[in-house]
């Protein structure tokens, strides 16, 4: 291309460019959005794009609305349907070559809940929001339809052209279960690729939920309802693991053995969030899984390739580690209206001679799990994975999990409207509603009365809360069409449960029930049972409060021998706006007295590990821990349980400074204030577990 020639389709492309950040930064005030997405117009046209793959009509629907319409055929059966003309087909077995010492892995995190809720939306209150101008009519089902048959079928397209490479494909069952009700070319695709081996399709939630801020038993459902989708649409299911935001941990591990997963993508990031420094492994062992950290730099489509070596004369490089749509459009879902098939195409096209040119090298393009079996065939040491603390896959950026409990969005359109604390809490009493509607419901079985009841509410109302916990609903940059999805999803799943419990109720002839989530069992009852008031109590130590503006108080209650009950209250704020940052804030902070993690592990909530704060090489002055089940040790024998259906945000433990851990919620409610409710227990760890147990995981409940 002649310098004029670029200069021309540069100055074509800032031209769309400002058009698009015109509408889009009234919403999203960010104006480093906008020049990011010049850069990459930059980039387009010095690699062949321009003026004829972004024509104003491509900023819509040129060349996507008949392309991107479901495929002719759809039965209204679905998924249900889907098995009874269909048999899975496991994957061919694979004999790794010793001599192959040269490999390119990749991995494409395909994430259809990406926007949560679509561009355009109808929100709870009958209102319209849009996100930017250019974005009107792209509701959710336009914005799946373009997903699944634009990027996602691109990169499908690659693979089908190339039966030599293989990848691996990580998605939630929501998008599958989408592709099979509507996209019955797209589902033979898939289904050619992961039959063939070529794609290891990975899927261990339904949705793309926060998991690890939740119990074990949310996942558990997740995944089984995963799995009976990957067997309804004959896609078989790998043992390798990926998930959203790169959530990982020991707790993660555990529960992958639990279920036959075999092989985990520990993130790179989150590696050195912890381990900065230290040399890594091709792979090591947790809890009975293998565990493959990602790649270090260099994983994106449009960069060079980067390349590790391992003993013994292993090289490694990834292509692709990323979420999966920006290979074919390297902007992200939110840009949608300004794709077009020609852009993905030339993305797709340099992608392919990236790949073709590392297979001239002598580099195998390979699947995770393939890779891990070259390893045990080369007999390449396998060591225990060193301790982890829970995270995700950008913690630096993120500041781990708090980012989506607690942390405020970085684009400051959104963060008036972001409550991370306001959908967590509500997510997390809801979910155990569901738990009790179930419990209800095994309990009318059992009695022989549950063919009256709605069971098919029952799976609503777990595929709903499901969607509610999606983690866009909090974070990165939630807007507020995505915080409306996660309660709209929410208030569905607690409707379901609702019409569960009484219906169950109603079969049973109970006037009420007392449901034991632990024993898993449900008894009658002639009324529900009014909790004494609470006496108040002394103070066991000094706790201080940072809520600037806000009305507040901090009062203390008896709990028990040793224990106590921590109630927290503050008002609005004096910008109700939320426009105001720091008085946005609040802040709880309990002292420390020992330097030691000392806290239930996501998706291990029976259990507390103890860790010193020594074993780690940090790359920040801090963690945060979600605390699936509240708990956090002080040291010296005290505990501190959040009470998950009022506060639900992440602890904050720095390890240097002040001998402190915090909750911060930078999100809290500027308009009503909030309450927060804690309980403080001296004593054991077996005392401190019962407690959180009986209180959020599996708590009594009365209906």
């Known amino acids: 291309m002649t310098r004029q020639g670029f200069a021309g389709k540069r100055r074509a492309n800032a031209a769309k460019t400002r058009q698009f950040c015109a509408a889009f930064a009234s919403l999203r005030e960010n104006a480093l959005v906008c020049a990011a997405v010049s850069v990459f117009f930059v980039f387009l046209a010095g690699c062949g794009g321009g003026e004829g793959a972004l024509t104003d009509s491509g900023a819509a629907d040129a060349g996507f609305a008949d392309a991107g319409a479901p495929d002719a055929g759809l039965s209204d059966a679905g998924v249900a349907d889907a098995g009874k003309a269909c048999t899975t087909k496991p994957p061919p077995p694979f004999a790794p070559d010793p001599n192959q010492k040269k490999f390119a892995l990749s991995l494409y995190h395909f994430n259809v809940q990406y926007v949560a809720g679509g561009l355009d939306v109808t929100l709870k209150d009958g209102t319209n929001a849009v996100f930017g101008e250019m974005s009107k009519g792209w509701t959710e089902e336009k914005l799946n339809r373009w997903y699944i048959t634009q990027p996602f079928e691109a990169t499908l397209d690659l693979y089908l052209a190339h039966p030599g490479w293989k990848t691996d494909f990580e998605f939630q069952g929501y998008l599958l279960e989408l592709i099979a009700n509507g996209y019955p070319r797209v589902l033979e695709k898939l289904r050619t690729l992961a039959e063939n081996g070529q794609v290891e399709t990975i899927s261990i939630h339904y949705s793309d939920q926060f998991f690890t801020a939740f119990p074990r038993a949310d996942l558990q459902k997740s995944a089984d309802i995963t799995r009976a989708i990957f067997e309804g649409a004959c896609v078989p299911l790998s043992g390798v693991v990926f998930n959203q935001e790169g959530q990982d941990g020991v707790g993660k591990h555990d529960f992958m053995a639990e279920n036959s997963y075999t092989i985990d993508i520990f993130p790179t990031n989150l590696w050195l969030y912890y381990h900065q420094g230290v040399p890594r492994a ?8 293998d565990v493959v950290v990602g790649p270090g730099v260099g994983y994106r489509s449009d960069q060079p390739p980067v390349f590790e070596t391992f003993d013994p004369g292993i090289e490694v490089t990834w292509t692709y580690f990323d979420d999966g749509d920006m290979m074919a459009f390297p902007l992200d879902p939110y840009f949608a209206p300004m794709s077009s098939p020609e852009i993905i195409s030339e993305n797709v096209a340099r992608y392919e001679a990236k790949l073709l040119d590392l297979e001239q090298q002598g580099f195998v393009v390979t699947s995770v799990g393939d890779f891990v079996a070259h390893l045990k ?6 060591p225990e994975l060193p301790p982890v603390l829970d995270g995700t896959w950008q913690p630096i950026d993120t500041q781990s999990v708090w980012r989506w409990m607690g942390g405020r969005s970085a684009v400051p359109g959104n963060a008036r409207t972001e409550r991370d604390n306001t959908v967590r809490t509500y997510n997390y009493r809801t979910r155990t509603d569901c738990a009790a509607a179930q419990a209800l419901l095994d309990a009318a079985r059992r009695e022989g009365e549950g063919a009256s009841v709605p069971e098919q509410d029952m799976q609503t109302a777990w595929k709903e809360i499901m969607l509610g916990q999606v983690s866009d609903a909090t974070g990165i940059t939630p807007w507020i069409g995505e915080f409306d999805y996660g309660i709209v999803h929410t208030d569905n799943a607690a409707a379901a449960a609702d019409r569960v419990i009484a219906g169950a109720l109603q079969a049973l002839g109970w006037p009420h029930a007392r449901i034991d989530l632990l024993a898993g069992t449900a008894e009658k009852i002639d009324s529900i049972p009014v909790a004494d008031a609470p006496l108040p109590a002394e103070a066991p130590f000094s706790v201080t409060l940072d809520a600037p503006t806000r009305t507040n108080a901090m009062t203390w209650y008896e709990a028990g021998q040793d224990a106590y009950m921590l109630e927290i209250t503050f008002g609005p704020a004096a910008d109700p706006t939320g426009g105001d940052a720091e008085n946005c804030m609040v802040t709880l902070t ?23 704060m020594s074993v780690f090489n940090y790359q920040a002055p801090e963690v945060y821990l979600p605390l699936a089940n509240g708990l956090i040790g002080l040291g010296d024998g005290w505990w501190v349980v959040k009470d998950c259906a009022k506060v639900h945000v992440a602890a904050r433990v720095p390890h240097e400074g002040d001998r402190v851990i915090q909750f911060v919620d930078a999100t809290a409610d500027p308009e009503n204030g909030a309450t927060w409710r804690f309980y403080v227990l001296k004593g054991n760890e077996t005392a401190a577990l019962d407690l959180a147990t009986r209180l959020n ?7």
Request: hydrophobic share 35%; aromatic share 16%; no cysteine.
């Open 282 to 289: 091709p792979y090591y062992q947790s809890r009975g899984v």
């Open 377 to 382: 065939a080369l007999n390449v040491p396998q």
């Open 590 to 612: 309990f002292p420390r007295y020992e330097d030691k993690f000392l806290y239930s592990p996501a998706l291990l909530e029976d259990e507390v590990v103890t860790i010193d």
């Open 697 to 703: 995981t599996t708590p009594v409940v009365y209906k």
